[in-house]
């Protein structure tokens, strides 16, 4: 059973117009994705652990890591990233923690 890891989430993606695919040559098929990774407890996600980028083509499937884009695919990564925040769901385990504190803390006062 899984108490605890990691898991990953697609935070926006887009079609890269400019960007030829360099496995079968076909424009505007690439879709550059930023990925974030959180790390969750009982399924609760907790904590956020990053984005990481994967482009993949639609025409012939052909996907590509970040660390393994050409440069043009890596610029618009980076540009879309730039736009791109943290969902506020990533850290619900932790803010949950907080709020039960909180409620802790407060209801000696009534
Ligand atoms: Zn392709």
Redesign the pocket.
């Known amino acids: 059973m899984f108490i605890a890891g990691k898991k990953t989430s697609e935070l926006k993606s887009k079609i890269v117009k400019e960007v030829i695919?360099?496995?079968?040559?076909?424009a505007s098929?690439?879709k550059v994705s930023v990925i974030g990774t959180y790390k969750h407890l009982f399924q609760i996600p907790f904590l956020s652990g990053g984005k990481h980028g994967k482009s993949v083509?639609?025409?012939?499937?052909?996907s590509i890591e970040l660390a393994e884009m050409p440069s043009a695919i890596k610029l618009a990564y980076y540009e879309l990233k730039e736009t791109t925040k943290t969902p506020i769901w990533f850290y619900i385990g932790i803010i949950s923690i907080k709020v039960l504190v909180l409620i802790k803390i407060f209801s000696k006062y009534f």
């Open positions: 695919c360099p496995k079968c040559s076909s098929s690439t083509c639609s025409k012939c499937s052909h």
